[in-house]
């Protein structure tokens, strides 16, 4: 049996229309299968912690699920997973961003992706990213889910500062939604962060690495945690990151005038970005931050709270994927 948790609203109202023509291929390989669609911020969540939980669902295992969305809906689900070693996952991207599928060479022809997934085998398993708030502020996003976890896992990176910043205003952006409908989608992010640095706070912070040496920042504009190459719709901020080694590609710009980070930000997008002074990059498989107020933090691009202590760990090949 095949669980598919559809977004229908993801590329600009498509999906329901992109599942109709999946589930087509369901039949025609007269597969069992149950689709249930999304209906707002946090129901993925709610639907994968159902399917993994109650035990009438435990009948074969692994359960299979299947999810046709975004980055954000494919993080909803990685939050609603009980237990990561009883489920296989299956991700047909048709979000804005797609940035979990960037690095897969996944193909373009949806047919081929379904052939991958219908086998109901695992192919790869990769690494998870843990994110725990040790501290959150009472303020939330624009669009948030109804409640908020004091954990949170990512699978493709999760920041704090400027790039979560950009997340948040990008979610509840009427830009995001028009140049989705006209096929532009990735232009949102960075049309937004030209805005967001051009305001960005000046403000310190601490970032102590897995073998105790911390890093003082006196300004820092953004710190990410990389599982995955890319975030952001394409910006190549981790471009050696393995998604295998139980290890983060921790990146983070400071102590640099603005002007030098609009120089970085076309290198970043290309992956040549780490020669630039301002510029840090460590490999590690657990990080603390603390930063003397709270910003925006985000765990694949979905933005619930603000924070100034946060703990981020590498999960080792905790996601069992079909494709």
């Excluded at 980055?71 to 804005?96: C, Q, R, W």
Aim: overall charge neutral; charged content about 25%.
């Amino acid at each position: 049996m095949f669980y598919c948790i559809v977004n229908p609203s993801a590329r600009s109202g498509k999906g329901k229309k992109i599942w109709e023509g999946l589930e087509e291929k369901f039949k025609e390989r007269n597969l069992d299968y149950k689709a249930v669609f999304t209906k707002g911020p946090g129901h993925a969540t709610k639907l994968a912690k159902s399917l993994t939980t109650e035990e009438k669902y435990f009948k074969e295992l692994p359960v299979k699920l299947v999810v046709l969305g975004g980055d954000g809906t494919l993080n909803e689900v990685m939050n609603g997973i009980a237990d990561f070693d009883k489920v296989l996952v299956g991700y047909i991207p048709i979000g804005s961003s797609n940035d979990f599928a960037r690095d897969l060479s996944y193909p373009k022809n949806v047919d081929e992706l379904m052939d991958t997934i219908v086998r109901g085998e695992k192919v790869r398993s990769l690494d998870l990213g843990k994110l725990s708030f040790l501290s959150m502020t009472k303020p939330m996003s624009r669009l948030h889910d109804e409640t908020i976890s004091n954990t949170r896992i990512f699978d493709v990176s999760s920041g704090i500062g400027f790039d979560a910043a950009v997340c948040e205003e990008a979610l509840s952006s009427g830009t995001k939604n028009f140049l989705n409908k006209i096929g532009l989608g990735k232009l949102t992010y960075g049309s937004i962060a030209i805005r967001q640095l051009l305001s960005a706070e000046k403000v310190p912070c601490d970032i102590i690495l897995d073998n105790k040496e911390t890093i003082h920042l006196k300004r820092f504009i953004f710190i990410a945690a990389m599982v995955h190459h890319y975030e952001g719709g394409g910006f190549n901020f981790a471009p050696k990151a393995d998604l295998t080694d139980g290890k983060f590609d921790l990146v983070y710009a400071g102590d640099m005038p603005v002007a030098r980070m609009f120089f970085a930000l076309p290198f970043s997008f290309i992956g040549h970005y780490y020669w630039i002074k301002g510029i840090g990059h460590h490999v590690v498989s657990k990080v603390t931050i603390k930063t003397e107020k709270p910003m925006w933090v985000h765990t694949d691009g979905e933005v619930s709270v603000k924070s100034d202590h946060i703990t981020l760990e590498c999960l080792r090949e905790k996601l069992h994927m079909m494709n």
